[in-house]
């Protein structure tokens, strides 16, 4: 089945700093990597997506890349801000519907201010 | 958009007795739900898949006795943890696609804090 690694499991930056959280995946059939903000007690929140037709997209401070032949995605948070501080979690799935979302362990981001 | 419906949001039981966690698709029809268990610091874990009028598929290692789950309608999908124990205490959390697109994603429920004493 589909594994999906994610790294680093911290990360501290300084307010303003550019953030970097990377995944890899194990599926080569996945072809859906959304990945998630959750704040502690509350369900995850999708921030960005991508498909695998895609090699990257952007949403203003937020970016994603996808590299399918390495298996690796990435999140890319520029010009971070106190309240991007959360988890943050990348996930896979083979995006077809009732296809499972496999989710990595996870990134506790802390930006400093 | 989707709205998945889920409660309780939290609840306090037993060890030894059953509780059930209920998740309803409010506005589209979910013939697929993911249940996940979260336990604190840790990832979203799938437990088992749902399917509208068949049996559920259990991920290895959940076992199936215990966590009974119910899909028997295309908008209400059941968990029930069975003789819990302070060890099932975590946060359960649902999850449907959000439509038949696989553009449109997934769908998660507000989740459910279980407390076994």
């Known amino acids: 089945g589909e594994n999906v690694e994610q790294h680093p499991s911290t990360l501290s930056v300084q307010e303003g700093d550019s953030a970097v959280i990377k995944c890899t995946y194990s599926?080569?059939?996945?072809?859906?990597f959304p990945w998630y903000k959750q704040e502690l007690g509350k369900r995850p929140q999708l921030i960005i997506d991508i498909r695998s037709n895609v090699g990257e997209k952007k949403d203003q401070r937020i970016a994603v890349t996808l590299n399918k032949t390495a298996k690796h995605f990435s999140l890319h948070i520029t010009e971070t801000q106190p309240e991007d501080s959360a988890v943050y979690f990348c996930a896979a799935s083979r995006g077809e519907y009732g296809n499972k979302l496999v989710f990595g362990a996870g990134t506790i981001l802390r930006v400093k201010s | 958009g989707a709205v998945v419906s889920q409660h309780p949001s939290w609840v306090i039981c037993k060890s030894g007795t059953s509780v059930k966690i209920e998740c309803r698709s409010l506005?589209?029809?979910?013939?697929?739900m993911f249940w996940y268990r979260q336990f604190p610091k840790q990832s979203l874990m799938l437990m088992a898949t749902?399917?509208?009028?068949?049996?559920?598929?259990?991920e290895q290692g959940v076992e199936k006795d215990k966590f009974l789950i119910n899909h028997a309608s295309l908008t209400l999908s059941t968990l029930t943890v069975t003789s819990a124990h302070p060890e099932d205490s975590s946060f359960y959390i649902c999850?449907?696609?959000?439509?038949?697109?696989?553009?449109?994603?997934?769908?998660f429920g507000s989740g459910t804090r279980l407390t076994v004493v």
């Open positions: 599926d080569s059939a996945s072809n859906y």
């Open positions: 506005d589209f029809q979910a013939t697929t």
């Open positions: 749902s399917n509208e009028g068949s049996k559920a598929t259990y």
């Open positions: 999850s449907a696609p959000s439509g038949q697109n696989p553009r449109d994603g997934y769908t």
